[in-house]
């Protein structure tokens, strides 16, 4: 019985750090009107060799970045109902 507790518990632990929005769609509804390259300074969505040193910082540094603004990026990035899980999710997807 114990197991199964401690086996539930674990799936919903790991169910509750998951991105709760899409990733595309917090990107077209937040994230594209920079990241699509109109602007220079933000890495452009699929560009691998912009992205690569930026996520060389690591995801947490990332998500602080966003959550608190840097450079010409808002804070929030836009996206005022994103939680850390969603800008993980929305980077991932925009990195590859």
């Known amino acids: 019985m114990k ?5 539930a518990s674990l799936a919903a ?3 509750a750090a998951q991105a709760a929005q ?3 769609a917090v990107f077209n509804r937040a994230c594209g009107a920079c990241h ?4 220079p300074m ?3 969505k699929g560009d691998k060799a912009a992205w690569e040193p930026r996520l060389a910082k690591g995801m947490d540094t990332l998500v602080q970045s ?3 603004g840097l450079n010409a990026m808002p804070p929030k990035g836009l996206c005022m109902d994103c ?3 969603d800008y993980k999710a929305v980077i991932q997807w925009m990195s590859q």
């Open 3 to 7: 197991k199964v507790l401690l086996v």
């Open 83 to 85: 939680s850390a899980e």
């Open 22 to 24: 899409d990733p595309e």
């Open 66 to 68: 966003v959550t608190n």
């Open 42 to 44: 933000a890495p452009k």
């Open 13 to 15: 632990l790991s169910f």
């Open 36 to 39: 699509s390259g109109q602007l």
